[in-house]
């Protein structure tokens, strides 16, 4: 386009059609120069932008004295502010950066507890009175460990926002609820017989043997959700855990109790051994294992599926015939740390054996004393 002089310097003009109507209008620029650098800016149109030579003229003045930004910049700043990282936002792009595991859990955590009171904040406007609010409030219906759980995913989703350089992080530390996770549940010899006897009445096989499976291996409820026809290798005697939580590639022994169950479970097209809805990955199973422990008379506080995780741990270690790394490697425990809670009752068993060890020496001992006589022919 033919560029055309105006009577104002450094002010010209080309020509081009009318956008949103007939005819032809004026699009003016401006020409000056700045840190030694000839530059050409585009102002804007006659109709569109009502723009006039003497007004490009005097947005010439405002740009070569540095009072008003290019047409650039101003969409550049308006882009900018269109995309504030608010919590919520940063959780949006948070989720696409995060594998299916722990994601569901997460969303409802979010959904539920960050988002009514933090999620049109930016992560630089949160206040640790904000924090402090939250954390009381979720206390007074929810567990420390959950309350704790909410607080460690808004932490994460202001650290990716870090991370990505999306935008500025919190400027202050948050608080944590002191946690005791080191609860260790635990059944009579008698409360696990009637759940066995009601594990081998139940109606609902797939959660019946699920649960067996835990109180066999030990196997976390995730993993079990995950577990395959094919992670299981029935020739060599091993189970191939999927996602361990501890994060490396896993698998622990095929028992003889394990290999019967599996071998005897309802098989069907899906790929997992106990699968959900339309043969996918089950999610949840609460409402079965609940039925179960309620008919087996167990405890209201027994975790049926965690709780049974525990009783196969206690009785390894009770047993005083498994030390703790073998029971650390049976657990998949990443850190032996986890592992120690139940070496009380290894310490008991030992103790108890040592006692019978002494006892039977005494026994023997006694058995072998001489009764001595007086010699009265002297």
């Not at 104002?8 to 650098?37: M, S």
């Not at 740009?63 to 919590?87: D, Q």
């Not at 609860?183 to 609902?204: A, P």
Request: charged share 35%; proline share 4%.
């Amino acid at each position: 386009m033919k560029r055309v002089k105006t009577k104002y310097p450094g002010v010209f003009y080309r020509e081009a059609k009318r956008i949103g109507g007939n005819g032809i209008e004026k699009i003016f620029y401006i020409i000056f120069k700045r840190d030694g650098k000839n530059l050409e800016e585009k102002v804007g149109r006659q109709f569109m932008d009502d723009i006039t030579p003497a007004k490009a003229a005097g947005i010439r003045a405002e740009r070569i004295e540095g009072k008003r930004s290019s047409r650039k910049e101003i969409r550049e700043a308006l882009k900018a502010k269109k995309e504030v990282w608010t919590i919520t936002r940063l959780w949006e792009e948070y989720k696409k950066n995060r594998t299916p595991k722990g994601i569901v859990t997460d969303l409802n955590r979010f959904e539920k507890h960050i988002k009514p009171v933090l999620g049109k904040k930016e992560p630089k406007n949160v206040l640790p009175l904000d924090i402090d609010r939250l954390r009381i409030s979720l206390l007074k219906t929810r567990a420390p460990g959950t309350v704790k759980n909410v607080l460690e995913l808004l932490r994460r989703i202001t650290n990716f926002g870090v991370k990505k350089k999306l935008c500025p992080g919190l400027d202050f530390t948050i608080e944590m609820p002191k946690v005791n996770n080191l609860k260790t549940e635990d059944l009579t010899e008698r409360q696990l017989n009637k759940l066995l006897e009601t594990l081998d009445q139940s109606m609902d096989i797939q959660a019946a043997n699920l649960m067996k499976m835990v109180l066999f291996t030990g196997m976390r409820r995730s993993e079990l959700f995950k577990l395959k026809w094919k992670d299981i290798d029935f020739e060599r005697g091993f189970i191939n855990i999927r996602d361990p939580k501890s994060g490396q590639s896993e698998k622990i022994p095929l028992n003889n109790a394990t290999g019967e169950l599996l071998e005897s479970h309802p098989k069907s097209d899906s790929a997992f051994v106990f699968p959900g809805r339309d043969g996918k990955q089950r999610v949840d199973i609460k409402k079965a294992v609940n039925k179960i422990k309620k008919d087996a008379g167990l405890p209201k506080d027994f975790r049926p599926l965690h709780g049974l995780r525990h009783v196969y741990a206690s009785m390894l270690a009770s047993s005083g015939q498994v030390d703790m790394y073998v029971l650390q490697r049976l657990l998949t425990h990443k850190s032996p740390l986890m592992t120690q809670r139940y070496s009380h009752l290894r310490d008991s068993a030992l103790k108890q054996a040592s006692n019978l060890a002494g006892q039977i020496i005494e026994k023997a001992t006694n058995s072998k004393k001489v009764v001595k006589f007086e010699d009265h022919s002297k």
